[in-house]
């Protein structure tokens, strides 16, 4: 029986590891987000007095990314390792490419609007005479908010669809996730802070899976051992 606990316990670990990814990545992203927000206007033809002002706002949200990125490849990896044989490798290979595609679009756009505030903080005003300022912005627009959160919906739909056939979330959850990744993906002109759809409902699945990781855990030293 010690032994059966045991191998119980050392399998909890794996959700946990989970939920803890999901919530510092969640966390990462939306505190990045919400900093580029509130330091540059959503028009990406904006003047460029915001941009130069807040900048040390906007290098802070961007530095913050590389460690989102990094929660978020532990979460994948976790929750691949926690699905285990029952992963179907149609939507294994799409959950992991939509995933990697959306890390590797992110990062495109933050290194873009990096190199960009770089610029206009040594005081390279020739940006704005050639109109390369202009271009990196809607460029980086263009990025999170046609690609990036296509991908997203795309990780969404598979996440939810696995979650269905193994059951490692409730049901009503992996149904909000389809209704959420629907609006992603046919999300059309700027519908403000729409990105945050993606963090928020990670954080909801982590969430859930840490709780329900501690509840087992309760359950397992709850139960007497046999002699």
Request: glycine residues 10%; proline residues 0%; hydrophobic residues 65%.
């Given at each position: 029986m010690n032994q059966e606990a045991d191998s119980i316990r050392r399998g909890l670990t794996t959700p946990r590891a989970a939920a803890i990814a999901g919530i510092a990545f969640s966390l990462l992203l939306i505190a990045s987000m919400v900093l580029i927000r509130s330091a540059i206007p959503a028009d990406p033809l904006a003047a460029v007095t915001d941009v130069v002002r807040n900048s040390r706002k906007v290098s802070l949200a961007l530095n913050l990314l590389p460690f989102a990125g990094i929660a978020f490849l532990w979460f994948v990896g976790v929750l691949r390792d926690r699905i285990g044989a029952l992963e179907d490798r149609f939507f294994a290979t799409v959950f992991l490419g939509s995933a990697l595609l959306f890390l590797a679009t992110l990062f495109a756009a933050a290194s873009v609007a990096g190199g960009m505030v770089r610029l206009l903080i040594n005081g390279s005003q020739s940006l704005l005479g050639?109109?390369?300022?202009n271009l990196a912005r809607i460029q980086v627009y263009q990025a999170m908010h046609t690609y990036a959160i296509k991908m997203a919906g795309v990780f969404m739909?598979?996440?939810?669809?696995i979650s269905l056939r193994t059951g490692i979330v409730p049901?009503?959850?992996?149904?909000?996730?389809?209704?959420?990744?629907?609006?992603?993906?046919?999300?059309?002109?700027?519908?403000?802070?729409?990105l945050l759809v993606f963090p928020v409902w990670v954080l909801s699945i982590s969430i859930y899976i840490l709780i329900d990781n501690f509840r087992g855990m309760s359950g397992i030293t709850a139960t007497p051992t046999r002699k």
């Open positions: 050639t109109g390369a300022y739909i598979s996440t939810s669809t049901r009503w959850m992996a149904f909000l996730g389809f209704a959420l990744a629907l609006l992603l993906l046919l999300a059309v002109g700027t519908i403000d802070l729409i």
